[in-house]
């Protein structure tokens, strides 16, 4: 379609920037959304949607992946942003922190990861969003990723959903959006980033097999996983599942198909 363009490849001028809701425990693909370009949003403005990824994530434990959640206050608060959302349980990482050890305490690396996890959890904090932040900085500094970081809320954005990202892009200096592969209604959006000279990619990552107690590989835990499993080589391994980004007709293509094999009668 005439408003898409190529995602730029080589140029001095070129300004990468990807923007995404920083949540708890994030998976290994959130980081590696991270690493590929020159600066990360953190869509901390976003509403906050209850039971997401936003509060909880999963380890892997014995019987399968396992839930870790963190108890927010949101009676009574419909439509609240991220940034605003406030923890109700102060005593909740002891339940989350015995679960890491049950299911880690022997994994190769945990001594290396487990006293800086803790201290992080253990910290007093009113919201949500500060410890999210705590934990993305820490791990992505673990994975050895340098992209500088800025959240949304500080930009002072207007805008909602695509135009709060056109927003950010334009105050940022980008040329080229890689969007989050899930926000597929950006496909309807493609002309306000054209009309800024923006150029959307989509992520394309697939999560890597790596070691991990308790076989059968399953992937999508957080990154944790990745680390008490494999310390020091998990920056590596994550980049391992990073592909090419796919072009909006190539997602466009897929969301079709998608569509296709759903209407499909099943005999």
């Not at 835990?221 to 310390?231: I, M, P, Q």
């Amino acid at each position: 379609m005439g408003c898409e363009r190529t995602f730029h490849t080589a140029a001095s001028d070129i300004v990468k920037i990807a923007i995404s809701q920083p949540g708890y425990l994030p998976w290994a693909g959130f980081f590696d959304l991270i690493d590929q370009v020159d600066q990360f949003v953190l869509l901390d403005d976003a509403q906050f949607v209850k039971q997401s990824w936003h509060q909880r994530n999963r380890i892997k434990s014995s019987t399968g992946l396992q839930w870790l959640t963190v108890p927010v206050v949101f009676r009574g608060r419909l439509g609240q942003p991220l940034c605003e959302v406030e923890i109700r349980e102060p005593q909740f990482w002891r339940k989350h922190l015995r679960s890491v050890e049950v299911n880690y305490g022997r994994a190769r690396y945990f001594e290396d990861y487990f006293p800086q996890l803790k201290e992080i959890l253990e910290k007093p904090r009113e919201k949500l969003i500060d410890l999210n932040l705590a934990l993305v900085q820490w791990l992505a500094g673990e994975l050895s990723i340098k992209t500088p970081m800025v959240r949304s809320s500080t930009l002072h954005l207007e805008g909602n959903r695509s135009g709060h990202l056109v927003a950010a892009c334009e105050r940022l200096g980008a040329t080229d959006y890689l969007s989050p592969h899930s926000a597929t209604y950006l496909l309807d959006d493609l002309d306000m980033f054209a009309e800024e000279g923006i150029a959307v990619h989509f992520q394309n990552y697939n999560c890597p097999e790596y070691e991990q107690r308790f076989p059968p590989f399953l992937p999508y835990a957080s990154v944790v996983d990745l680390l008490f499993n494999e310390g020091p080589q998990s920056g590596d391994i994550m980049r391992k599942g990073r592909g090419t980004p796919l072009t909006p007709d190539q997602v466009r293509a897929a969301v079709e198909k998608m569509k296709q094999e759903r209407d499909i009668p099943r005999i």
